[in-house]
């Protein structure tokens, strides 16, 4: 829902991803850490910092923070191997 919290709806949404017919899907450091800012703005060439935003956290807050381990658990348990052609 609308006011679901931000730390439920990421894994939920890649729970949906991992059922999807990818052969690969993958998940960012932002999404497990809830960043905010977000790089790599589309159509953006000046005024925008692609690729020079740092995440909130040390290496540390995302082993501790645990938003990692739920993406990854998220998408391991919802997970089918691809058909093969």
Avoid: F
């Avoid at 730390?7 to 960012?28: C, K, Q, S, W």
């Avoid at 909130?56 to 997970?79: D, F, H, K, M």
């Amino acid at each position: 829902g609308p006011d679901a919290p931000v730390n439920e709806v990421i894994p939920a949404v890649y729970g949906r991803l991992g059922v999807a017919p990818a052969r690969i899907v993958l998940a960012t450091l932002e999404d497990a850490v809830a960043a905010t800012e977000r790089p790599n703005m589309p159509g953006v060439s000046e005024g925008w910092p692609n690729w020079k935003i740092p995440l909130p956290t040390t290496l540390e807050g995302i082993v501790e923070g645990g938003g990692a381990s739920r993406v990854i658990g998220s998408l391991a348990s919802s997970r089918r191997p691809p058909e093969t052609p």
